[in-house]
């Protein structure tokens, strides 16, 4: 029995390795031609590069204007998310304590939002923006809020009833305003909701495509999506400097996986679960 | 606790004020537009009643084409992620060396974003594919998409790269659920490998699959980034799904207004295949 059990823990160790090289594949063999010339990649695609260099990322590091991208890419997740955290935490805390009808009505509507595809909102929500004057990235980060609050206070609200109305309370008792109750009381015990929402709304907006493509989609302005999509334009066939732009773009997410990796697991499952 | 009517419309105007003029809005002038011949450029709009949902329905064969396209894929993706995530699932629930780093490892792709997802994929199918084929004389591995079949499964391939991984984090979490003393229970009266897994661990299951078929459905229905950077819908428009082909309709050949009938089409069928699935599926949940 006992040397089943371990021939059978070995062969499902032996499963996994395979499963994981398959995953990783992809992205070694990206890796692998990025250091490669052209030509090297032409004659032997697996083979390992001849000499180290790191020539290819210092092309595609400036060809595709990676630092200003990789800027704006920040400066629009950063502040979109702040601002999504803040005016959805605000609104589901009022959906959750005032039990109207127009809260409840107010909630059914925001929730529902969720199942309409966003195909069906861009050509009129970009005839609206450019009236408004507001194809620029003051613009798009409204957007990501307008977009983003449906699903974020879905998530709050659901975190909030499950907390007891008691401290607010006692906080209005003591002569807080609103402002003061929802900043020194609520804004804390959200803390562990917040980081969840951070991280769904950090991967959403730090890879969508479509709508910057539609909004910002100039010179100086591009997020790095949209300087992926441009540089694959143009060179098309330059897979020695096409691969590593691709491995450029993918360190940062790297890099947040594993900082936040608590945090994205946690934001999935909960995300899943609305 | 004294709450005013005001506090409640202050707190929660910024975030409606966004999401009326983002969604709200746009939505319903979206279902407006599309009863006109808006061409995105003029400000003319002129009402033209059903035209272009007939034009859509009957005279479409693009549409046509590239809604069985997105139906087919988005049966055999739905399969496809959800039985190997389920079994990624299982894998790194069994106690063994590393089940962390596996976890870890098949969740990677889910967060690399579509575009980059689709222009790496290229890189593996049109290059590597065709290198290897060459060098060793496998037929099946040339000409990666440069047809629809390739580029259908191609497709698959990359889908199923990024979101098994995804599916399988929503299965752990249900897997950890499943007390221990119903399956040890299970164990006393004889249950084991199959018959375990068939009547104790996919009845208990069953709100996680309400949610991954409900995810896995939306998303590849509603694909739109990779398909773009995998094939960009060619060749010859063989590979359009059904997101791309209303993007073309509008910015390719400028009607907007028949691009919008689409849109509604497809919203439409969207959130009906979305509340049919989560009625079937619901209705078989169990308590353990």
């Known amino acids: ?274 | 606790m004294n709450r005013s009517k005001k506090g409640f419309w202050i707190f929660i105007f910024p975030a409606l004020f966004a999401f009326t003029v983002v969604q709200v809005i746009p939505t319903l002038m979206g279902i407006g537009y599309s009863f006109t011949d808006w061409n995105g450029i003029g400000t003319t709009k002129n009402f033209v009643g059903l035209k272009n949902y007939i034009t859509t329905l009957t005279d479409d064969a693009l549409f046509r084409q590239a809604f069985v396209f997105t139906f087919l894929f988005s049966i055999c993706a739905v399969i496809s992620v959800n039985v190997i995530g389920f079994a990624l699932a299982l894998l790194v629930t069994q106690k063994i060396k590393g089940a962390n780093l596996l976890r870890g490892i098949f969740f990677m792709p889910n967060l690399i974003g579509g575009i980059l997802l689709g222009f790496t994929w290229q890189f593996i199918f049109v290059q590597v594919f065709e290198a290897v084929g060459e060098t060793f004389n496998i037929s099946w591995l040339q000409g990666w998409l440069t047809d629809q079949k390739t580029g259908f499964i191609g497709l698959l391939i990359l889908v199923t790269w990024q979101l098994s991984g995804y599916m399988m984090m929503i299965y752990i979490a249900q897997i950890q659920n499943i007390p221990d003393s119903v399956l040890e229970a299970a164990k006393i009266d004889g249950a084991t490998g199959w018959k375990r897994l068939k009547s104790i661990i996919f009845p208990l299951m069953m709100p996680a699959f309400t949610i991954g078929l409900f995810l896995s459905i939306s998303n590849s229905f509603k694909l739109f980034d990779q398909n773009l950077s995998l094939t960009g819908g060619g060749p010859v428009n063989s590979t359009q799904m059904l997101a791309l082909n209303i993007y073309n309709t509008a910015f390719g050949e400028n009607r907007f207004g028949l691009a919008q009938s689409k849109a509604v089409i497809f919203m439409i069928v969207v959130m009906a295949i979305s509340i049919i699935q989560l009625t079937v599926t619901k209705k078989r949940e169990v308590e353990a």
Not at chain 1, 99 to 117: D, E, G, M, N, W
Request: aromatic share 12%.
């Open chain 1, 1 to 274: 029995m006992k040397k089943r059990s371990y021939m059978k823990k070995g062969i499902l160790i032996v499963i996994g390795i395979v499963l994981a090289l398959i995953f990783v594949a992809p992205v070694l063999l990206l890796i692998n031609s990025s250091f490669k010339s052209l030509q090297e990649i032409y004659i032997d695609i697996l083979a390992l590069p001849q000499k180290f260099t790191l020539n290819n990322y210092i092309q595609a590091f400036e060809q595709m204007d990676f630092l200003p991208s990789l800027v704006n890419s920040l400066l629009i997740t950063v502040l979109s998310t702040v601002l999504i955290l803040l005016v959805s935490s605000m609104a589901a805390w009022v959906l959750v304590r005032y039990k109207t009808r127009s809260s409840k009505v107010l909630f059914l509507v925001f929730s529902s939002a969720l199942l309409i595809p966003f195909q069906c909102v861009m050509l009129p929500l970009v005839d609206v923006m450019s009236k408004l004057n507001l194809m620029n990235r003051p613009g798009l980060i409204f957007m990501y809020v307008g977009f983003g609050c449906s699903m974020s206070i879905v998530l709050f609200h659901g975190f909030i009833k499950n907390i007891p109305a008691e401290l607010e309370e006692a906080a209005t008792i003591d002569g807080c305003n609103m402002f003061q109750t929802f900043f020194t009381i609520v804004i804390p015990l959200l803390k562990g909701i917040m980081a969840t929402v951070a991280v769904i709304n950090v991967m959403w907006i730090w890879n969508d495509f479509l709508l910057p493509s539609l909004v910002i989609n100039k010179n100086g302005m591009q997020t790095l999506p949209l300087r992926t999509y441009l540089f694959f334009g143009q060179y098309s066939k330059k897979w020695d400097l096409a691969t590593a732009a691709l491995v450029l773009c993918m360190i940062p997410i790297i890099i947040f996986y594993l900082s936040c990796q608590k945090y994205i697991v946690k934001g999935i499952t909960a995300g899943a679960g609305k």
